[in-house]
Nanobody, 123 residues
């Protein structure tokens, strides 16, 4: 059974930093792409960052490029380093793993999801 558990969210001021973590079990990170999505109240879920299985390629939404960095350890944990946070980054952040599903980001289907971790950025 695939389980994704996010942590690391919280409240920060504008310009601050947070690192989100996603502990993965029942799924081999090296076998599929991993991604972070976010959803703000009243808005659709959007893809934020994606990393290939070997970690060699990463992709970012324009809104977070040069501020966020996605990475993963060899097997178990996916990270999202977030710097220079802005109020518009406030959202619930979800970790996702490639698999059969209805959500597609940059050509990759994501079918496994965590429960989310809240990030709130205040001015």
């Amino acid at each position: 059974q695939v389980q994704l558990v996010e942590s690391g969210g919280g409240s920060v001021q504008v310009g601050g930093s947070l690192t989100l973590s996603c502990e993965v079990s029942g799924y081999t990170i090296s076998s599929g792409c991993m991604a972070w999505f976010r959803q703000a109240p009243g808005k659709e879920r959007e893809g934020v960052a994606l990393i290939w299985p070997d970690g060699g390629n990463t992709y970012y939404a324009d809104s977070v490029k040069d501020r966020f960095t996605i990475s993963h350890t060899a097997k178990k944990t996916v990270y999202l380093q977030m710097n220079n946070l802005k109020p518009e980054d406030t959202a619930m952040y979800y970790c996702a793993a490639e698999g059969p599903g209805t959500t597609t980001l940059w050509g990759v289907d994501f079918g496994y999801w965590g429960q989310g971790t809240q990030v709130t950025v205040s001015s």
